[in-house]
Nanobody, 124 residues
Framework: QVQLAESGGGLVQAGGSLTLSCVVSGGEFDTYSMAWFRQAPGKEREFVSA?????????RYGTSVKGRFTIARDNAKKTVSLQMNRLAPKDTSIYYC????????????????WGQGTQVTVSS
């Protein structure tokens, strides 16, 4: 059974930084493409970033976070992280970690496993 557990969320002031982490247990982490999505109250889930199992592919970022967020993975620790800089109130959401048996995708339908989410709140 594959399980994902996010951590690192919290309250931060606008302009600040946070780093989210996701630990994966079970399955074969180094074969998964990993991603972060987020969902704000009353809104649909939004793609944030994805990273392939292959070093040959560059990570992907959603338009609203490109240049501010950085995704990384550590196969030895079975973790994926999301470094978030220059946070703004618009980044306030629940952030979800997801794993896919397929190549990097921006659509949540392609992801097989999901964490429970971690809340990020950015105050103005």
């Amino acid at each position: 059974q594959v399980q994902l557990a996010e951590s690192g969320g919290g309250l931060v002031q606008a302009g600040g930084s946070l780093t989210l982490s996701c630990v994966v247990s079970g399955g074969e982490f180094d074969t998964y493409s990993m991603a972060w999505f987020r969902q704000a109250p009353g809104k649909e889930r939004e793609f944030v970033s994805a990273i392939s199992w292959s070093d040959d592919e560059s990570p992907r970022y959603g338009t609203s976070v490109k240049g501010r967020f950085t995704i990384a993975r550590d196969n030895a620790k079975k973790t994926v992280s999301l470094q978030m800089n220059r946070l703004a109130p618009k980044d306030t959401s629940i952030y979800y970690c997801a794993a896919s048996n397929y190549s990097m995708a921006t659509l949540e339908e392609f992801y097989d496993y999901w964490g429970q989410g971690t809340q990020v709140t950015v105050s103005s």
